[in-house]
């Protein structure tokens, strides 16, 4: 994807350009979201060496790209050191901090640059923002049609989506055993309703579903919202469980998954279930 901006780039944050430093710019796609970033070296070759990151903002883009002196870009990082800094191939920043050529290393993380201690955690890192930024650029945005999503997404680990029919009977104390499970192993429930914003309802609904590592469905009575907000989730690979009343129709699409039945005699049997299933896919 080839983005033309007839703007002029501002470095508006810069303090450290000082008489006799020298400044080095480095564009690279550090964030690994399929756009390069700008990253700006200022230093005076010995004891100060500062970088800045800036990353395009595509929602910023997309909403204000009329007005003549918008800038695109905002910055994201911040990192003080000495005399040297590397860039790698898969965003790896590293960074001397004593005259011993000692350094320290960062990872853009999905919202920050992240300071790592082993090689290990960085690679579990890099795995997890590459997977996530993989899936919002494989799918143009269903609303607008747009070739990416132009509201700031960030996956978060702990948050689990909940979609359910709000009208249908007892759901209230169906969702509440959910939600109490999903407590006990540091999960977040996420509800749309309870969500409150100022840009469109489906907005909403989407943006949630991608910001969530786990997604509970229950598919009683075949709802056509929950059928929809499922196969969002289904589509971009989110770990879905799904429930529903003992009595309830399946779905022909979906008798190949296992769904978790319950019953207003049977709450101690679900919530066991749904602890056991929760625990495998967190295991996993």
């Known amino acids: 994807m080839q983005?033309?901006?007839?703007v002029y780039f501002r470095l508006s944050e810069i303090e450290d350009l000082n008489e006799g430093f020298y400044a080095q710019l480095v564009i690279k796609d550090i964030t690994r979201d399929g756009i390069p970033d700008i990253l700006l070296a200022i230093g005076d070759g010995s004891t100060g060496l500062f970088l800045y990151v800036w990353q395009f903002d595509r929602k910023s883009y997309l909403n204000t790209q009329r007005k003549k002196y918008f800038n695109p870009f905002n910055c994201?990082?911040?990192?003080?050191?000495?005399?040297?800094?590397?860039v790698f191939p898969n965003g790896r920043i590293d960074i001397t901090f004593d005259s011993q050529g000692l350094f320290e290393t960062y990872i853009w993380n999905g919202y920050k640059l992240e300071k790592i201690e082993n090689n290990e955690e960085m690679d579990d890192k890099i795995l997890r923002v590459e997977t996530q930024m993989s899936q919002l650029n494989s799918m143009k945005?269903?609303?607008?049609?747009?070739?990416?999503?132009?509201?700031?997404?960030?996956?978060?680990?702990?948050?689990?989506?909940?979609?359910?029919?709000?009208?249908?009977?007892?759901?209230e104390k169906i969702m509440g055993v959910v939600s109490s499970v999903l407590n006990e192993f540091g999960l977040?429930?996420?509800?749309?309703?309870?969500v409150k914003v100022n840009y469109d309802f489906m907005y909403k609904i989407c943006k949630l579903i991608h910001e969530s590592k786990y997604f509970v469905a229950d598919i009683t009575g075949l709802?056509?919202?929950?059928?929809?907000?499922?196969g969002i989730a289904v589509g971009i690979g989110r770990d879905s469980i799904i429930v529903a009343e003992k009595s309830s129709k399946e779905a022909s699409d979906l008798k190949r998954n296992e769904a978790i039945k319950y019953s207003s005699e049977n709450i101690k049997d679900f919530n066991k279930n749904l602890t056991e299933m929760i625990k495998n896919i967190i295991q996993k």
Do not use: H
Not at 3 to 6: A, D, S
Not at 142 to 170: H, M, Q
């Open 76 to 86: 994201i990082g911040y990192l003080e050191g000495q005399e040297v800094m590397r």
């Open 141 to 171: 945005c269903l609303i607008t049609g747009t070739p990416f999503c132009n509201k700031n997404i960030t996956l978060r680990d702990n948050w689990v989506f909940l979609a359910y029919d709000y009208s249908s009977k007892d759901i």
């Open 223 to 230: 709802n056509f919202n929950v059928g929809f907000e499922l």
């Open 3 to 6: 983005i033309k901006l007839t």
């Open 188 to 194: 977040k429930p996420i509800i749309a309703k309870d």
